[in-house]
């Protein structure tokens, strides 16, 4: 009981720490908005050239784009979440402080970033997403019960790409600079979630790859919960398996990597 | 006197901008493997961009009417233009980081133009792996389109190049000069200066017209390689623009390097430091 407040308390703080930044968070707002807009002039292209292509018609590909932008920042599709932070405490030394806490080291982290994530989704990713629908031709439910599937689909996206993000920060024990692995998580993030192109219109076998892979739980996911195109619980099912999956092997690396680390005195 | 002093000065900017340029230079060559694995990572990064075309197109023969010879054009235009004026003023962009922290007060009291310090500062080298990137989409460009080349369209390339790499130039300044006054908006930069690069790789006749017409007029990023572009692959203009608009880049490339630079006036001069 102890340990939830704990943790309720730290994802508190680390919402209001991302909430102090408005201009920030108002650009963030104005790029991804501009970003949607060229996108979705790009896939109305697509989908006029190839009508249902990935069995999508124009209004869901359209939805697509809009929850891509409004997702992007929340489900730190390309990074940009609380794994350089953590990274850097690893590369200072810092992340010794963290293991004397009284508190699991992956559950802390998590709680940040689940605080950063909820931020994120109510203050970068609700305008560009209403400013889309009001202005392109989208294909939303009405009915509340998708609605409440979606953002149970968008919580487990954020703990499977906590999952992810934690095992790329946790590399930092090993390589010590965390570029090339930050880079590498940019890369998969972009492609394999399908912030390019959704994945469904991946060409075969490419496309069945990338549907089976962690990433697909991100914005495929609850994209397609939201549009009904896939049934919820079968997609709660995929995002949990690997939810649970990343997170286990989250736990093995870093017993391995806490013994490495070895605090100098002084 | 004063066209003497602004040479003089522009002169010293040079300088000022090589000397702090080769420093980055040097550092990062010291670590010679790092900086090997980080410009093959944005080669990776950069060119990825080009695969989701290439995924588009393996569902399409054409998009807006544009093949894929012609989108790799576009493509290879818009980013090369931008990949030199990354390498060169790219770093410009982190103007807002060193304002909130205080550090540009350092940069102020060198005996060199600030504008040169800012643009070298943390020069990167691993900029150069876009530039690569696109030259590679370029070349496939040139060996897979059927254009009639004529004298006036060869020499039309390298002047859309150099015009397009000042335009660039001239949005990095001004996004930094308007970090000055709102510190924490970097990311409004780059949805002009990205978002104007991923814009361009698509041809016009995908977007809507008030936006075509807002990257024309306002934003002229369709001087990049739109509207001279058109006329080298034989396509009607834009915005149904007259035939010299094609070679109108030389020109608005100016007018944006002169808007720019009275930005970064404008907002240098309106520079409080936090004091600390």
Redesign the interface.
Known sequence: MGSARLYAAVAVGSFRRYATYRVATAAGVFTNTVFGLILVYTYLALWDERPHLGGYDQSQAVTYVWLGQALFATLAIQGGGFETDLIERVRTGDVAVDLYRPADLQAWWLAVDVGRAVFQLAGRGVIPFVFGALFFPTALPRDPALWSAFLVAVALAMVVSYGIRFLVALSGFWLLDGTGALQALMVTGMFCSGMALPLNAFPQPLGDIVAALPWAALLQMPADVLMGVVDPWSAFAFQAAWAVVLLAVGRLVQRAATRRVVVQGG | MAEGGRAAGLAQGLRAYRLVAGMWIRSTLAYRV?FL??AL??L??TG??F??IL??Y???????GYSLPEIAFLYGLSAMSFGFADLAIGSAGRLGTRVRDGTLDTLLVRPAPVLAQVAADRFALRRVSRIVQATVVFGYALAATDVVWSPQKVLLVPVMLVSGAVIFASLFVAGAAFQFV???????Q???TY?GQ??LQ?PP????TE?VRGVTFVFPLAFVNWVPASYVLGRPYPLGLPQWAAFAPPLVASVCCAAAGLAWRVGLRSYRSTGS
Do not use: H, N, P
């Open positions: 790092s694995m980080t990572g944005s990776l990064v990825l961009d695969v989701a995924l588009m393996s569902q399409v023969d054409a998009l807006g709102a510190q924490d908006a970097a990311e409004v780059s949805a002009f978002g991923t814009l698509y006749t995908v977007f809507g936006l």
